[in-house]
């Protein structure tokens, strides 16, 4: 199916012609033809013409004009469908606006809501006029035209164009019927299981699945502000199953399909599912059920999607994060998706419409969620593999000419590193994006010599919304060792006194999203601490430019303080990591008597690689302080299913094993930071 079905942005192309444009060629070549046959409520028809269009859509946008409307300025337009409704919207458009169509019966509450949301610069309504803003019937709105010119404006680029009000689910449901619609047949998932035989599950069979499963969910009482557990694998049904919760108006809570019994319980506790949808142990005292027999259960239910619903809260992010407790945020938005939002995330995530796209993470991580939902509503190609192993995604890429892929930065490591990697086996990828850690320089340099850069995305967030940014690979080559600016919103440095601290002064970063922050609930942690400008704090530490682009160093809960120093974890990771025989690095800081912490390194090698020659390489790139003191190799380093390192888990771990000789290696320690 051709891109241009779904392509809802002006491309700027030669080919491309603005409305305006288009309907002036029209109105020459067949002015008198009829452009709207109108049949009134008593069934008397009246007919405009083309002349008749192109002229009042010309007046209209003379107008507009003159009220200051141009690109970037909104007009709602709440009319029936009437000839004037179509002259007007031509009319916006001319002027360079963006038409934001409501419905003419719109509640008084939803259209202050829209009002405080888009800041129209005019409303056009034959009902309630909304006090503080410039509003006018249609009746006036053609009588004021009556006295501008016949011709039409200069022609102007209209973008943003349009802005859809949607009270429903039509960006996480309907989009799924609607790709069902028109291209029931082709492969919505393409699922690679553990023995490399894929299977494909159609769009037509994705929605009819999500519906049935829908139906199913409704008659157990899921509704908004209900929610399932899902426990599971990436699998189709596991896609099939959000559908289905988002459609029923519930809340989506995806966790790890191995997650301990224990934590299982913890999220039961505090979520109190209605079900819980699992292929291992089922909690007590909550309805679950296995995939299998989800979908045996909701064969008999309809094929047709149930009445569109609003599903607030649509998600719940169940994160252990690196500190080993599990922290429940619940995000209290519509399961739904604007235009303007998906302009967004195609500018910071590089997506496009229809590309074949390959999952490399757990769809109970943020970064893999949202990635695969939103490439589904762009209509792309799902490909899901049943693990994450760096030599199979290389394959799965080469394979099936992977477009678009996004990972973490262990696995871009472990990719590089792979004894008979070749570069030509990624080259169908247009874009690749990269999130959830730390990238070194180093790392994406070497990135740079497989894909060139403008095709490299990097984001930047963390579960609790409290901002995201976003760079290019060209833009981080200006701008090296950045994490990009944010899209819309504010960031700020501040000292441990909460004052603001210079630009390229490091610090703890804080963001706001301005009036348009996420709206989130904290289950069961304290909510973050939030200033009268909306900016908060996860304790990440860094620093900005004078162009306002974020330098990240680490997480406060990752500094060492040792001999009165503070040392960043994520610095000496990175240089440990540029040494070709390592292939993973963690470091934690030990507690010590004499130095308050020592710096501690787990290394992960391709083969031997003694502790002097490690110590001697960092010290090229650190100084004597900031060296480990002691060293731990191992064959793996134990990441959690996101790829990341729980750092409590593992001192707790090695205090353990090394009870009887912690004091005594922190003297032996100390001769290797000499």
């Known amino acids: 199916m051709s891109t241009k079905h779904f392509n809802i942005f002006n491309t700027g192309e030669s080919s491309f ?46 107008y507009l004009l003159e009220q200051g409307i141009k690109p970037g300025k909104s007009v709602i337009v709440a009319l029936p469908n009437i000839p004037t409704h179509i002259a007007l919207a031509f009319g916006i458009w001319k002027a360079g606006g963006c038409y934001v169509p409501i419905s003419p019966r719109v509640p008084r509450k939803n259209m202050i809501e829209i009002c405080e949301c888009v800041s129209p610069s005019l409303v056009i309504t034959n009902r309630w006029k909304p006090e503080g803003c ?29 802005a859809n009000c949607s009270g429903g689910t039509s960006g996480k449901t309907k989009v799924i019927e609607q790709l069902a619609r028109v291209k029931p047949d082709a492969p919505a998932i393409v699922y690679i299981n553990p023995e490399n035989k894929e299977s494909v599950m159609t769009w037509h069979s994705l929605d009819v699945l999500s519906n049935r499963i829908a139906w199913y969910l409704l008659e157990q009482g899921i509704k908004p502000g209900k929610s399932v557990i899902v426990a599971l694998p990436n699998i189709p049904t596991h896609i099939a199953l959000a559908f289905g919760i988002w459609k029923a108006g519930g809340c989506y809570v995806p966790i790890s399909p191995r997650v301990p019994r224990k934590n299982m319980i913890e999220i039961c506790e505090c ?41 607030v809260p649509n998600l719940a992010n169940c994160s252990g994060g690196t500190s080993g407790k599990t922290k429940v945020i619940e995000q209290d938005m519509a399961a739904g998706e604007s ?64 477009e678009y892929v996004q990972m973490v930065p262990t696995l871009m490591q472990r990719i590089i590193r792979l004894p008979d990697f070749n570069p030509e086996d990624l080259q169908s990828l247009e874009v690749f994006c990269h999130t959830g850690g730390v ?9 740079f010599d497989i894909l060139p850069p403008e095709k490299i995305y990097e984001i930047y967030s963390m579960t609790e919304c409290v901002g995201m940014t976003s760079i290019r690979g060209d ?7 950045s994490v990009g600016r944010m899209p819309c919103g504010e960031i700020a440095i501040r000292d441990s006194e909460g004052h603001n601290l210079p630009i390229g002064e490091t610090g703890e970063i804080f963001m706001s999203w301005g009036p348009n922050k996420p709206k989130v609930t904290y289950k069961n942690i304290t909510p973050l601490e939030s200033d009268e400008n909306g900016f908060r704090s996860v304790g990440d530490i860094g620093y900005v430019d004078n162009e306002g ?16 120093e503070n040392v960043f974890a994520a610095e000496i990771e990175s240089v440990l990591k540029k040494h070709k025989k390592v292939n993973d690095a963690v470091v934690v800081g030990l507690p010590d008597k004499e130095w308050g912490h020592r710096i501690h390194a787990f290394v992960e090698t391709t083969e031997l690689v003694s502790d002097k020659t490690l110590i001697k390489f960092a010290l090229n790139y650190l100084p004597p302080y900031k060296i480990p003191k ?14 990341k390192v729980v750092r409590s888990q593992l001192v707790e771990d090695y205090l353990k094993r090394h009870a009887d000789t912690c004091s005594s290696s922190s003297t032996k320690g100390e001769k290797h930071g000499e």
């Not at 008198?32 to 269009?53: F, Q, R």
């Not at 006018?136 to 973008?159: F, N, Q, R, W």
């Open 630 to 643: 002691s060293f731990e190799h191992t064959d793996h380093i134990p990441r959690n299913e996101s790829g």
């Open 339 to 402: 235009d303007e939002g998906l302009k967004t995330w195609f500018a910071i995530s590089g997506m496009r419409f229809e590309m074949r796209q390959l999952l490399a993470g757990p769809l109970f991580h943020g970064a893999p969620h949202s990635v695969a939902f939103n490439g589904l509503y762009c209509g792309n190609t799902l490909y899901i593999p049943s693990c994450f192993d760096a030599k199979a995604i290389v394959a799965l890429i080469k394979k099936y000419k992977i």
């Open 17 to 62: 012609f603005t409305p305006g444009v288009q309907l002036a060629n029209i109105a020459r070549v067949k002015p008198d033809a009829p452009a709207i046959v109108y049949i009134n409520p008593e069934n008397k028809e009246s007919v405009m013409t083309w002349h008749s269009l192109d002229v009042l859509s010309n007046r209209i946008a003379w």
């Open 439 to 447: 990238c070194s320089a180093d790392l994406k340099r070497k990135w």
């Open 271 to 311: 979520v109190s599912p209605s079900l819980v949808i699992t292929n291992r142990w089922k909690p007590e005292g909550c309805l679950s059920l296995s995939s299998s027999e989800l979908k045996t259960i909701s064969e008999d239910y309809p094929e047709h999607m149930p009445p569109d619903i609003m599903a």
């Open 475 to 481: 833009e981080w080559l200006a701008h090296e060792g």
């Open 134 to 162: 410039l509003s006018l019937s249609s009746s006036e709105l053609k009588t004021i035209s009556e006295d501008y010119p016949e011709h039409m404006p200069p022609d102007i680029m209209a973008v943003p164009n349009l």
């Open 549 to 564: 682009y974020l330098y990240f160093k680490d997480r406060r809960s990752d500094m060492i303080v040792t001999g009165g």
